[in-house]
């Protein structure tokens, strides 16, 4: 059974940094490519961050470009979204998704794993 899971939010005041880190029992990380989503209540789950399953490729929604970066240690299992410059409008759960060969094309669709989420507040 494979269970994908975040770690890694919590409670940052504006300006702020923060990393969340997603690994997975189940499945091997290095076939996938790994994805970053959020979500606010009421509303619907947007991409934020991709990383192929190469590695070669990343890709990022205008809202977060330049502040977050996401990477992949393969070695760990783990993919990574480091976040900084953090405003009130990043608050949201971050979830992580797995997609097989996924090639990071910015679609934001075809994922075929999904974590529970971690939960991300920056304060102003």
């Known amino acids: 059974q494979v269970h994908v899971v975040e770690s890694g939010g919590g409670l940052v005041q504006a300006g702020g940094s923060l990393r969340l880190s997603c690994t997975a029992s189940?499945?091997?990380?290095?076939?996938?490519?790994m994805g970053w989503f959020r979500q606010s209540p009421g509303k619907e789950r947007e991409g934020g961050a991709c990383?192929?399953?190469?590695?070669?490729?990343?890709s990022y929604t205008d809202s977060v470009k330049g502040r977050f970066t996401i990477s992949r240690d393969k070695a760990k299992n783990t993919v990574y979204l480091r976040m900084k410059s953090l405003k009130p409008e990043d608050t949201d759960m971050y979830f992580c998704?797995?997609?097989?060969?996924?090639?990071?094309?910015?679609?934001?669709?075809?994922?075929?794993?999904w974590g529970q989420g971690t939960q991300v507040t920056v304060s102003s």
């Open positions: 998704a797995a997609e097989v060969y996924g090639y990071c094309s910015g679609s934001w669709g075809g994922y075929n794993y």
């Open positions: 990383i192929s399953w190469t590695g070669s490729t990343t």
């Open positions: 189940g499945l091997t990380l290095d076939d996938y490519g």
